[in-house]
T-cell receptor
Framework: SQELEQSPQSLIVQEGKNLTINCTSS?????LYWYKQKYGEGLIFLMM?????EEKSHEKITAKLDEKKQQSSLHITASQPSHAGIYLC????????????FGQGTILTVHP | KAGVTQTPRYLIKTRGQQVTLSCSPI?????VSWYQQTPGQGLQFLFE???????NKGNFPGRFSGRQFSNSRSEMNVSTLELGDSALYLC??????????????FGPGTRLTVL
């Protein structure tokens, strides 16, 4: 079965700093999703990457999928307190419809 | 467009009882997936329904079941509740396209506490 490993597990940064979260898959990724979650709430969709080498940006968040399609990174530029939360990567793989396998999450704290 | 809604938002039950959770997908979405989230195991896939048929199932005991109605609304049921079933239950809706090309949108979740 596919496994996703995120690093770091937690991150504390000062407002205005840049940061990167990584997601590594044990198998080829057919679709890689990034979500953000506030504790105890639902997941908010950020971006989906499908093609090797693909890069997408939304506001100050950029996500990339490497050429071999087994690793993705999420980069936040000039972090703000509103960026705080849990970031989760999810993967669609194999022949499974409707199933995403998730990493364990990265807890981001941004100090003003 | 309204997002995914889940009811109830919070639920407290005792061991041995059963519970039914409801999920209304985004209009036009025919696929509903259910997940369980706990601090120890993270987010785990329960099952997925598309056009009233279960297409995929995760590794959960038979006490966990679900169904989908003709309007795409879905329910999941947990019978004979155990303490370990305490979790945040999330549903997600999507168009139900092929793997890797479909985006799942999540509801706010139902927090289930089993005493």
């Amino acid at each position: 079965s596919q496994e996703l490993e995120q690093s770091p597990q937690s991150l504390i940064v000062q407002e205005g700093k840049n940061l990167t979260i990584n997601c590594t898959s044990s198998k080829t990724l057919y679709g890689l999703y990034w979500y953000k979650q506030k504790y105890g709430e639902g997941l908010i969709f950020l971006m989906m990457l499908q093609k090797g080498g693909e890069e997408k940006s939304h506001e100050k968040i950029t996500a990339k999928l490497d050429e071999k399609k087994q690793q993705s990174s999420l980069h936040i530029t000039a972090s703000q307190p509103s960026h705080a939360g849990i970031y989760l990567c999810g993967a669609a793989g194999g022949t499974s419809y409707g199933k995403l396998t998730f990493g364990q999450g990265t807890i981001l704290t941004v100090h003003p | 467009k309204a997002g995914v809604t889940q009811t109830p938002r919070y639920l407290i039950k005792t061991r041995g009882q059963q519970v039914t959770l409801s999920c209304s997908p985004i209009s036009g979405h025919r696929s509903v997936s259910w997940y369980q989230q706990t601090p120890g195991q993270g987010l785990q896939f329960l099952f997925e329904y598309f056009s009233e048929t279960q297409r995929n199932k995760g590794n959960f005991p038979g006490r966990f079941s679900g169904r989908q109605f003709s309007n795409s609304r879905s329910e999941m049921n947990v019978s004979t509740l155990e303490l370990g079933d305490s979790a945040l239950y999330l549903c997600a809706s999507s168009l139900g396209l092929a793997r890797g090309s479909d985006t799942q949108y999540f509801g706010p979740g139902t927090r289930l506490t089993v005493l």
